[in-house]
């Protein structure tokens, strides 16, 4: 829901067409509640969930590329000169392997594709896709007839710097900080498996 109100806020206003007859006002709501309340009129709750089968499932997918690319990358950095001389080194490059992957593979993708069927169910968009009611599958391959197959990957390199040094930043302060739980504090297990986590997503925001 916050993803589909956050996209619709970020969208650019049209230009022409209907909108011409429309206040700026009316197209952009001034607060998230009023987005909120508007789409909850005009297309019922379900509405705020556009784009949600996208999100879900590029997020399924990008947890299990992500550590299986983090975890072969580690395993063959470690076995390398520069695992043996500096494992800290090695964990920053696996997560940097790994944002990369998951990027690539289903970051840009799943992030354009719920950007995109967001975008064509609202004000701005006007259905110029006609995505509203298809499947996931079905809006996929709608999008690569129209815009092409490139546009799947559109922000590839902006995705590539957020993403590799999101998982770069979070493997490595999450392994250094639950060494130093164990080590300094005596936190074992879930705990400092718990713990180690949320800081390491602090730091990684």
């Not at 589909?4 to 067409?17: D, E, H, M, N, W």
């Not at 599958?137 to 902006?158: E, K, N, Y």
Request: glycine share 12%; with cysteine; proline share 2%.
């Amino acid at each position: 829901m916050y993803q589909y109100i956050k996209t619709c806020r970020q969208l650019p206003l049209p230009s022409s067409g209907a909108a011409a007859s429309r206040s700026l006002e009316s197209l952009r709501p001034k607060t998230s509640f009023q987005l909120l309340r508007d789409t909850i009129r005009s297309s019922g709750i379900r509405g705020l969930y556009s784009g949600c089968s996208a999100l879900v499932s590029s997020n399924a997918a990008k947890g299990g590329i992500r550590f299986i690319s983090f975890t072969q990358s580690q395993a063959f950095l470690k076995d390398s000169r520069l695992g043996a001389s500096n494992a800290g080194l090695s964990t920053v490059l696996a997560g940097l392997t790994a944002g990369a992957t998951e990027s690539i593979l289903v970051v840009t993708p799943g992030e354009a594709l719920k950007t995109k069927i967001i975008h064509d169910r609202s004000v701005a968009g006007g259905g110029r896709l006609g995505l509203n009611n298809l499947n996931l599958a079905q809006a996929t391959i709608r999008v690569a007839q129209i815009d092409g197959l490139r546009a799947l990957w559109s922000g590839l390199g902006p995705v590539l710097c957020k993403q590799g040094t999101n998982s770069a930043v979070r493997f490595a302060t999450f392994g250094w900080i639950q060494e130093k739980l164990r080590t300094s504090w005596g936190v074992t297990g879930v705990g400092a498996t718990l713990g180690a986590g949320a800081a390491s997503g602090v730091v990684t925001t």
